[in-house]
């Protein structure tokens, strides 16, 4: 008798530990099962906004106090299908006032492409706002030119853009209100970073930094004005201020002219720059940046620079400016 009782308690002991394994079991797989779930959701939204970068989200919030928006500044050279694009796209975000193409090819531009530029810019305007589209035209082929002052220029915040790379406009808006709290620095989405060589017991010598070394230490010191925001009171400070030997050493070596201009504003603020999270497509070929000794060639830009300002500058940072109604982890 005491021997069937003692069975039976070993094998209801058994039972109970089977279901309570079996019932963990289920519980991890069910679990595992929500976390591939809730992966896959993610990777097709995020999908869907890469494929999709011209399915923008458009904010509905006021754009400044003053009711103006932003001036875009894009630089071209004999890629016309590349400009379509760009001006097809940025022509539609909401906070736009102007474009202005800066222009230094040998011939002006043609009929047809002014016509089929006009009337996409006049498609994408509705309503009330209407987008005024400008030809910057120059007669000398220079990189100088991105940054010749704009007479008529009536927005205070312009957006350097080259032709090649495309934001969504939802990201063009973000990184324009994070422009307005700080009108006077570059607000942007391509950072870049300085430091000392200390490798032979230098104290004046600066190496320029790319991507990468911004990526590994989280500090930059620069945003490049291929896709920046900046007042346009830089652009005259550009033309009539800057030192006549720094333009005209970008203008000789193709090169180094948004270095240049990262020095303008770092010198006339003593504050940093601030980057912008942002989804960047670049919608051309590989630039100057893909040359050998590229790195080589700025970090001469930087110490040249350096030398005839007096001084660096620049100033380091690690803050980073992430729309956080648009981000899962901030």
């Known amino acids: 008798m005491r021997g069937s009782l003692l069975n039976n308690r070993r094998g209801l002991q058994r039972f109970r530990q089977l279901a309570i394994a079996v019932t963990g079991s289920v519980k ?3 679990l595992l099962c929500c976390c591939i779930a809730f992966t896959m959701l993610v990777l097709a939204g995020r999908a869907s906004d890469f494929i999709k970068w011209t399915k923008h989200s458009v904010p509905t919030q006021q754009f400044s106090a003053t009711g103006k928006g932003y001036a875009i500044l894009i630089n071209t050279w004999k890629r016309y299908d590349l400009l379509k694009q760009s001006i097809s796209h940025y022509s539609s975000c909401a906070g736009l006032d102007s474009i202005h193409i800066v222009w230094s090819e040998p011939s002006p531009p043609s009929e047809s492409l002014v016509k089929y530029l006009n009337h996409v810019v006049q498609s994408n305007s509705k309503g009330v706002r209407q987008v005024e589209l400008k030809f910057d035209i120059n007669k ?7 940054f010749k002052e704009i007479k008529d220029l009536k927005a205070d915040a312009v957006f350097s853009i080259d032709d090649d790379v495309i934001f969504p406009c939802s990201s063009v808006e973000f990184a324009f209100n994070v422009w307005q709290s ?6 942007g989405f391509v950072p870049r970073a300085h430091w000392v060589d200390r490798s032979q017991g230098k104290k004046d010598y600066y190496i320029y930094g790319g991507w990468w070394s911004v990526w590994w230490t989280g500090t930059y010191s620069m945003i490049l004005s291929k896709a920046a925001f900046f007042h346009k009171k830089y652009l005259s400070l550009y033309t009539n201020e800057m030192p006549t030997s720094i333009r005209e050493y970008t203008r000789k070596n193709r090169n180094c002219e948004d270095i240049a201009m990262s020095f303008l504003v770092a010198n006339a603020t003593g504050a940093p720059p601030i980057w912008v999270k942002g989804r960047i497509f670049e919608i051309g070929s590989t630039g100057i940046s893909s040359l050998g ?6 970090t ?8 005839e300002f007096g001084r660096m500058p620049l100033v380091s940072t690690s803050v980073k400016a992430v729309d956080s109604r648009h981000a899962w982890f901030w």
């Open 300 to 307: 001469q830009c930087v110490n040249r620079f350096v030398a």
């Open 182 to 187: 700080a009108p006077d620095t570059m607000v």
């Open 293 to 298: 000794g590229h790195n080589e060639k700025r």
């Open 28 to 30: 991890i797989k069910i």
């Open 140 to 146: 000398e082929d220079s990189l100088n030119n991105r």
